[in-house]
């Protein structure tokens, strides 16, 4: 196990050891120490390492994160594993506003709760929540999974694409063109598998399927009020 | 656009070092706000005595007579400490508003910063640790105070526009944001007779509470009717006698974590604001809801 | 005698200039359509621009250099605060960003072949980077904009900048809507959208809100690209001296300013005529916000919206541009507009010099299009070349006006070069009224 400690560190050279990084030595486990809250902790990662922060970070850790598995032990700040690619990022924590933001692949996991935002114009990843999420949750989000196992907060799926939203919860309101759907065997295997990926035991039968109800996509005046 | 900080004590063994653990807070929050930097703090009461903390870009003139000044005109004992260039103006209670007024009357620019029974606010231009350094502020004991670092948007870089801003008698208001009808508000409230000095937005907001609150509302109604009268975007948090109240606008895009201890509540625009606090590894950590007032008092 | 009713004379039919028969025939169309007017490029509307200031020349007190024979440099580096790799240009003139989506792969590739050609950048837009696109310029500007499509970070280090797109002169504060017939299936893979629905784009960034904020979305895309590029900050023209200094205070390298002439791919008419400052208004605002923060020359400026010649050129880097950066006049020098399509236009319902449903997707001239057969029209290499030439034509014209102001570099241009024609474009340009040293606002009172 390497270890990086960014009390004596600085944040610079502890991203570009980790970027060095391809994973095709027997360096594959890294450890962070002291983040303290730290700003873009192990963002612009590409290679099939495993990374151990321990403790809570600030905005953008993980950011864009490539076949990487991050695993943080505390609660992260805004944007954690925004635009993330490919790979797994878990947090034990909290996860600030901004969750998994515009992310195109791999998995986010939060083992607490998510603020608001969370899954904002996601793009293909898949999030996992074991606790809440915020208000204004998957805005526009345009493809991948949400899976919420506790409640959700305010507007959720608001102007939603083709994600598909499970929330095992109460759903405080859902957003404008987000209704609840059918939730068929297909959509029961893939929650399936991805609470059993994030080490959750809930039960697929317990979740309620959201989507968009596609009245935005080709705009029509009756719908302004929508916009 | 900026960060703050805020710290309640619950425990009073922790009292003594509030001004350290805040310090650290502000000086943490550097990069949100390299502009200028403050900090409320409400110490301990003296029965019968109320202060002002005034400051003046020429303190050695206009702060050199002052007590002596104050105490002839109106026939009371009156103190003054000076730090920097800030001082605290200790007077018997129900003094307050005789003394601002002839601090009003006398040539000079001496702006009142505060004043109460409890609250002392000191901000200036510059680095939020040159600031702190100027004031001592590791040095001050206290129940709660409120910090801020400044960014500034729209409104000039000057210890005017330097927050926490005066609400009212030992309230105050610090601010993340941008309000957006911050200057038909302003308008409104000066056709109303309320004091607004700055073009800051932040101000207006203050000010906005203080006139809702003279009109009869609680500070708790006060940051809801907020709610619907300012627009834009903000995290206030605002401090009175006895505690401290978070509330975000109802989209909450600034940032916003609160830290729960048994010795302690604290505010952050960010988490790391806060790493350095007591026990702060086992503290319960959460993001306050959009449109909803928080409140902490002792 | 008496003249009959038939031969009294009348009252002459008056048009109002309120309801012009445009305004009305906007009503008409508004009330039987009920969905407001979408359009590209930017304000039509006549505002106060670079026409209306002129350069002095030098004669005796000033000294002209020797056309073709003494030099002026043309040459201007850009990201010069933080980043490893500035941006060294032979030309102050770049091609500002745009889509592939609301343009197709030929334009695209013929942007970037007349740009590398001409030694400048290209940019992309709201869709991604295309291999094309990388492949023909050698320079490469790539947006990170609020939709984030295509968003990632291979290209983002494939990058020789970054532009971190706040807003657009054509629509400050606004989003984007791009109607579903240009979401062909290459389009709609880029943006992970299902093909032909509208594309809808927000108006704020998902991940960050205001200057402290971004900040820290600075410093993230900096880490990703270890600290190598520079990293751009695009702005409406709205507020153009606080945006300035917080862009400038949040770590850009470089502040491009957008004003209102600026062209977009497709957004409300009424917010492209009635929301943003006149370019010509934007840069002595941006240029104060970078002397009063000492970065003048450090963080460099990029002015666009509406340059079209090298006169513009040297106008907008007299006032304290850096550089310039030039869309719909790109366009034009590719074939948009080109009088030899005019049957189509008409065929349209316009004409030539009034198309801009360029997000409809039936460009006949095959530039904002997405439609294979129209695309074809436009030989990326032919396109290529002939905007080499307007860029070399440009800089030509910007040479030839320094050097009859005795410059040896454009960046020698200064606004006392100049004066205004109108009283309007003095207030803007802060330059004297022709024949007078006065401008409204002039410190000291002036006449």
Same mark, same amino acid.
């Given at each position: 196990?390497?270890?990086?400690?960014?009390?004596?560190?600085?944040?610079?050279?502890?991203?570009?050891?980790?970027?060095?990084?391809?994973?095709?030595?027997?360096?594959?486990?890294?450890?962070?120490?002291?983040?303290?809250?730290?700003?873009?902790?192990?963002?612009?990662?590409?290679?099939?390492?495993?990374?151990?922060?321990?403790?809570?970070?600030?905005?953008?850790?993980?950011?864009?994160?490539?076949?990487?598995?991050?695993?943080?032990?505390?609660?992260?700040?805004?944007?954690?594993?925004?635009?993330?690619?490919?790979?797994?990022?878990?947090?034990?924590?909290?996860?600030?506003?901004y969750a998994g933001a515009t992310g195109r692949g791999g998995l986010l996991v939060i083992k607490g709760n998510a603020s608001s935002r969370c899954g904002i114009s996601m793009k293909g990843i898949d999030i996992v929540v074991h606790g809440n999420i915020?208000?204004?949750?998957?805005?526009?989000?345009?493809?991948?999974?949400?899976?919420?196992?506790?409640?959700?907060?305010?507007?959720?799926?608001?102007?939603?694409?083709?994600?598909?939203?499970?929330?095992?919860?109460?759903?405080?309101?859902?957003?404008?063109?987000?209704?609840?759907?059918?939730?068929?065997?297909?959509?029961?295997?893939?929650?399936?598998?991805?609470?059993?990926?994030?080490?959750?035991?809930?039960?697929?039968?317990?979740?309620?399927?959201?989507g968009s109800a596609r009245k935005l996509y080709t705009f029509d005046i009756d719908n302004a009020a929508a916009y | 656009m900026c960060g703050i900080v805020g710290l309640f004590l619950k425990d009073k063994s922790l009292e003594p070092q509030l001004g350290a653990l805040l310090t650290d807070m502000l000086i943490t929050m550097t990069d949100r706000g390299p502009d200028s930097a403050g900090i409320a703090i409400y110490g301990a009461e003296q029965d019968g005595l109320a202060k002002l903390t005034i400051q003046s870009d020429a303190p050695d003139d206009d702060f050199a007579t002052l007590a002596a000044d104050l105490s002839t005109a109106l026939g009371v004992s009156v103190d003054l400490h000076r730090k920097d260039s800030h001082a605290v103006?200790?007077?018997?209670?129900?003094?307050?508003?005789?003394?601002? +007024?002839?601090?009003?009357?006398?040539?000079?620019?001496?702006?009142?910063?505060?004043?109460?029974?409890?609250?002392e606010i000191y901000k200036e231009v510059g680095l939020p640790q040159d600031v702190a350094a100027r004031f001592a502020l590791s040095k001050m004991a206290g129940t709660h105070g409120?910090?801020?670092?400044?960014?500034?948007?729209?409104?000039?870089?000057?210890?005017?526009?330097?927050?926490?801003?005066?609400?009212?008698?030992?309230?105050?208001?610090?601010?993340?944001?941008?309000?957006?009808?911050?200057?038909?508000?302003?308008? %409104?409230?000066?056709?109303?007779?309320?004091?607004?000095?700055?073009?800051?937005?932040?101000?207006?907001?203050?000010?906005?509470?203080?006139? %809702?609150?003279?009109?009869? +509302?609680?500070?708790?109604?006060?940051?809801?009717?907020?709610?619907?009268?300012?627009?834009?975007?903000?995290?206030?948090?605002?401090?009175?006698?006895?505690?401290?109240?978070?509330?975000?606008?109802?989209?909450?895009?600034?940032? +916003?974590?609160?830290?729960?201890?048994?010795?302690?509540?604290?505010?952050?625009?960010?988490?790391?604001?806060?790493?350095?606090?007591?026990?702060?590894?086992?503290?319960?950590?959460?993001?306050?809801?959009?449109?909803?007032?928080?409140?902490?008092?002792? | 005698m008496s003249t009959s009713d038939k031969e009294a004379p009348? !009252?002459?039919?008056?048009?109002?200039?309120?309801? $012009?028969?445009?305004?009305?025939?906007?009503?008409?169309?508004?009330?039987? !359509?009920?969905i407001y007017d979408i359009r590209g490029g930017g304000a039509k509307r006549k505002v106060p621009h670079f026409d209306d200031l002129l350069f002095l020349g030098a004669s005796i007190s000033r000294y002209p250099l020797e056309g073709y024979r003494e030099r002026c440099d043309t040459s201007v580096t850009l990201g010069t605060r933080f980043a490893k790799n500035p941006i060294t240009l032979d030309i102050p003139i770049t091609i500002a960003g745009m889509s592939f989506g609301a343009l197709s792969a030929q334009a695209k590739e013929a942007l970037g072949r007349g740009a590398s050609a001409a030694g400048t950048s290209t940019t992309t837009g709201d869709g991604g980077m295309t291999p094309e696109e990388r492949g023909h310029s050698t320079k490469l500007v790539y947006q990170y904009l609020p939709s984030r499509y295509g968003m990632n970070p291979d290209d983002l280090r494939r990058a020789d900048a970054i532009e971190i797109v706040v807003g657009q002169g054509a629509k400050p504060g606004g989003g984007g809507m791009?109607?579903?017939?240009?979401?062909? =299936?290459?389009?709609?893979?880029?943006? $992970?959208?299902?093909?032909?629905?509208?594309?809808?784009?927000?108006?704020?960034?998902?991940?960050?809100?205001?200057?402290?904020?971004?900040?820290?979305?600075?410093?993230?895309?900096?880490?990703?690209?270890?600290?190598?590029?520079?990293?751009?900050?695009?702005?409406?023209?709205?507020?153009?001296? *606080?945006?300035?200094?917080?862009?400038?205070?949040?770590?850009? =390298?470089?502040?491009?300013? =957008?004003?209102?002439?600026?062209? !977009?791919?497709? $957004?409300?008419?009424? *917010?492209?005529?009635?929301?943003?400052?006149? $370019?010509?208004?934007?840069?002595?605002?941006?240029?104060?916000a970078l002397q009063d923060l000492g970065m003048h020359r450090e963080v460099q400026l990029v002015v666009s919206g509406g340059i079209r010649t090298g006169a513009d050129v040297a106008k907008a880097l007299a006032l304290g541009a850096d550089a310039v950066s030039i869309g719909t006049a790109a366009l034009v020098a590719l074939g948009d507009n080109d009088p030899k399509w005019e049957a189509e236009y008409q065929a349209l319902g316009t004409t030539t010099g009034a198309y801009d449903d360029w997000h409809e997707g039936r460009d006949p001239a095959g530039i904002t299009t997405q439609d294979p057969l129209l695309a074809s029209r436009l030989d990326p290499i032919e396109g290529g070349r002939r905007l080499r030439n307007y860029l070399k034509v440009m800089t030509l014209e910007a040479q030839t006006i320094a050097r009859a102001c005795g410059h040896n570099h454009l960046h020698n241009l200064e606004p006392e070069d100049l004066c205004a024609l109108t009283v309007e474009a003095a207030a803007m340009a802060q330059v004297p009224l022709a024949g007078t040293e006065w401008y409204p606002g002039k410190p000291g009172g002036g006449y």
């Open positions: 196990m390497q270890q990086i400690d960014l009390a004596t560190t600085p944040l610079r050279e502890m991203n570009e050891t980790l970027q060095a990084q391809t994973g095709a030595d027997n360096q594959t486990a890294w450890e962070i120490l002291n983040p303290r809250g730290s700003h873009a902790v192990a963002c612009g990662l590409d290679a099939p390492i495993e990374v151990t922060v321990r403790g809570h970070t600030g905005y953008y850790c993980a950011g864009m994160n490539k076949q990487a598995a991050i695993h943080v032990t505390g609660s992260v700040g805004p944007g954690v594993a925004e635009n993330m690619m490919s790979g797994t990022v878990v947090i034990d924590g909290d996860a600030s506003q915020g208000h204004m949750s998957a805005f526009m989000a345009q493809v991948g999974n949400l899976v919420v196992c506790g409640d959700a907060g305010e507007a959720l799926g608001d102007s939603l694409y083709e994600a598909r939203l499970f929330v095992r919860g109460s759903v405080k309101s859902l957003g404008s063109d987000c209704i609840e759907k059918e939730m068929r065997p297909e959509h029961l295997a893939i929650l399936a598998d991805l609470l059993e990926r994030a080490g959750s035991d809930a039960k697929p039968e317990e979740f309620r399927r959201y | 103006v200790i007077l018997p209670a129900g003094q307050a508003a005789a003394a601002r +007024a002839v601090i009003a009357g006398r040539p000079g620019q001496i702006r009142v910063m505060s004043d109460g029974n409890a609250i409120i910090g801020h670092t400044r960014m500034a948007t729209e409104s000039a870089v000057t210890t005017q526009g330097a927050h926490p801003f005066s609400t009212g008698p030992d309230q105050c208001l610090v601010h993340n944001g941008s309000l957006s009808n911050h200057n038909n508000l302003r308008r %409104k409230l000066r056709r109303d007779g309320v004091r607004i000095e700055s073009e800051n937005d932040t101000e207006v907001g203050a000010a906005y509470l203080t006139w %809702k609150m003279q009109n009869g +509302a609680t500070l708790g109604e006060a940051l809801e009717a907020s709610l619907t009268d300012l627009d834009g975007f903000f995290t206030f948090v605002v401090g009175t006698k006895e505690g401290f109240g978070v509330v975000r606008d109802p989209i909450a895009c600034k940032p +916003a974590v609160l830290a729960e201890t048994d010795q302690y509540v604290a505010f952050g625009s960010e988490y790391r604001a806060m790493v350095g606090l007591p026990g702060i590894e086992a503290a319960r950590v959460w993001e306050p809801e959009p449109a909803t007032v928080y409140f902490w008092s002792h | 009348r !009252t002459a039919p008056i048009q109002s200039a309120t309801f $012009t028969n445009p305004v009305n025939a906007e009503i008409r169309r508004a009330a039987a !359509t009920g791009l109607l579903g017939q240009k979401i062909s =299936d290459r389009v709609a893979e880029m943006r $992970t959208l299902p093909k032909g629905i509208d594309q809808r784009s927000a108006c704020r960034h998902p991940d960050w809100t205001g200057p402290d904020d971004l900040e820290i979305k600075i410093l993230e895309l900096r880490e990703i690209t270890g600290w190598r590029v520079p990293i751009y900050v695009k702005v409406a023209g709205s507020r153009p001296y *606080f945006d300035t200094a917080l862009a400038v205070k949040a770590g850009a =390298d470089v502040v491009v300013l =957008d004003g209102m002439q600026g062209g !977009t791919a497709a $957004t409300q008419d009424v *917010f492209i005529e009635n929301v943003g400052l006149p $370019t010509l208004a934007c840069i002595r605002p941006a240029v104060r």
